[in-house]
T-cell receptor, first 111, second 111 residues
Framework: KAGVTQTPRYLIKTRGQQVTLSCSPI?????VSWYQQTPGQGLQFLFE???????NKGNFPGRFSGRQFSNSRSEMNVSTLELGDSALYLC??????????FGPGTRLTVL | GIQVEQSPPDLILQEGANSTLRCNFS?????LQWFHQNPWGQLINLFY???GTKQNGRLSATTVATERYSLLYISSSQTTDSGVYFC?????????????FGTGTRLKVLA
C-alpha cells in the first residue's frame, strides 16, 4: 500500500505571496492532519480533516487554511507569506484520527 | 491543554549501548505514538502505544497511562539509530483529533 505523499517537496516563495501544499493520504484513510515544524516552536498542529469536514484547528492565524476533497486528498494554503512561515509542513493520515502516518513533508522557505 | 515533556533532550551513546527515553504527559490521553525523525525530516512510526508494552526488534516501549508516562527502550544501539525521537499524545474523547508533540530527544550514536 502506498504511503502518504506530499507535493511539492521543496518550495521557495517571497514575502506576501501565497502557497498551496498538497497531501494524498494512504488509500482508505479518511483523516488528514497538518503540522508545522520549526526549530523554535517544534511540531505544532495546524488542522485536521475527516470526510471533508474540519474537525479541529490549532492556534494559527487565518492566513492558514485547508480543505479536503471527496477522495480524501487535502490541500493547505498559506496566504500573505511571512518570513516566519518558513518551516517543514508535515501531513499525516489515519483511518479515523488515532494512529497517524506521516508523509515526507514539504520544506517551505520564505525569502 | 496537554503538556508533553521528553527527557533527556540530548543523548550521546557508543554503538552497542542501551538507552531509555522518557515521555511525561500532563493529562489523560487515549492516543500515544513514538516517532523517529530521519535526517530528511520524515517521521517514521515506531510504536502506537496508548497503554501496555510492545516490542519490535531492538526497540520496545511501555506506556503507563494511569501514571502519565511512556518509555522507549533502545538496545544494542547502532549508528543508524541517530536522529530525533518524538513522543506525541492525543485525546480524542472530546471529539478533538490532534496530537501534541514533545520537544524530542536528539540521539547520537558513535561508532
Amino acid at each position: 500500500k502506498a504511503g502518504v505523499t506530499q507535493t511539492p517537496r521543496y518550495l521557495i516563495k517571497t514575502r506576501g505571496q501565497q502557497v498551496t501544499l498538497s497531501c494524498s493520504p494512504i488509500s482508505g484513510h479518511r483523516s488528514v492532519s497538518w503540522y508545522q515544524q520549526t526549530p523554535g516552536q517544534g511540531l505544532q498542529f495546524l488542522f485536521e480533516y475527516f470526510s471533508e469536514t474540519q474537525r479541529n484547528k490549532g492556534n494559527f492565524p487565518g492566513r492558514f487554511s485547508g480543505r479536503q476533497f471527496s477522495n480524501s486528498r487535502s490541500e493547505m494554503n498559506v496566504s500573505t507569506l511571512e518570513l516566519g512561515d518558513s518551516a517543514l509542513y508535515l501531513c499525516a493520515s489515519s483511518l479515523s484520527g488515532s494512529e497517524q502516518f506521516f508523509g515526507p513533508g514539504t520544506r517551505l522557505t520564505v525569502l | 491543554g496537554i503538556q508533553v515533556e521528553q527527557s533527556p533532550p540530548d543523548l550521546i551513546l557508543q554503538e552497542g549501548a542501551n538507552s531509555t527515553l522518557r515521555c511525561n504527559f500532563s493529562d489523560s490521553v487515549n492516543n500515544l505514538q513514538w516517532f523517529h525523525q530521519n535526517p530528511w525530516g520524515q517521521l517514521i512510526n515506531l510504536f502506537y502505544i496508548p497503554s501496555g508494552t510492545k516490542q519490535n526488534g531492538r526497540l520496545s516501549a511501555t506506556t503507563v497511562a494511569t501514571e502519565r508516562y511512556s518509555l522507549l527502550y533502545i538496545s544494542s544501539s547502532q549508528t543508524t539509530d541517530s536522529g530525533v525521537y518524538f513522543c506525541a499524545v492525543g485525546d480524542s474523547t472530546s471529539g478533538t483529533y490532534k496530537y501534541i508533540f514533545g520537544t524530542g530527544t536528539r540521539l547520537k550514536v558513535l561508532a
